[in-house]
């Protein structure tokens, strides 16, 4: 059983930054697309980034593309969000998901962290 295990969510302010990570507790297989949703107040979890499982490409919702990057660490299981220029809109709850392919849909994402909050203030 994987465990994801999620950090670096907080308060900041619009505009600024923050760095989400996401480290598995077991070995995971190169073969394997990581996934970024977030949760709303109020609203369906949606979408924001994935990773293929190369590695290769990257593919983003267009809320957050040109904001966001995703990005991963084979040898410390981990998968990284960078977030600039952060607006009230993102503040949300923030998961990240472990699957068999890239997926914009969380249904295919067999692994699930337990989430972290990001606030953004106006």
């Known amino acids: 059983q994987v465990q994801l295990v999620e950090s670096g969510g907080g308060l900041v302010q619009a505009g600024g930054s923050l760095r989400l990570s996401c480290a598995a507790s077991?070995?995971?297989?190169?073969?394997?697309?990581w996934g970024w949703f977030r949760r709303a107040p109020g609203k369906e979890r949606e979408f924001v980034a994935l990773i293929s499982r190369s590695g290769g490409s990257t593919h983003y919702a267009d809320s957050v593309k040109g904001r966001f990057t995703i990005s991963r660490d084979y040898a410390k299981n981990t998968v990284y969000l960078q977030m600039n220029s952060l607006k009230p809109e993102d503040t949300a709850v923030y998961y990240c998901?472990?699957?068999?392919?890239?997926?914009?849909?969380?249904?295919?994402?067999?692994?699930w962290g337990q989430g972290t909050q990001v606030t953004v203030s106006s």
């Open positions: 998901g472990l699957g068999p392919r890239e997926s914009t849909y969380s249904s295919e994402y067999d692994y």
């Open positions: 077991a070995r995971t297989f190169g073969g394997i697309a």
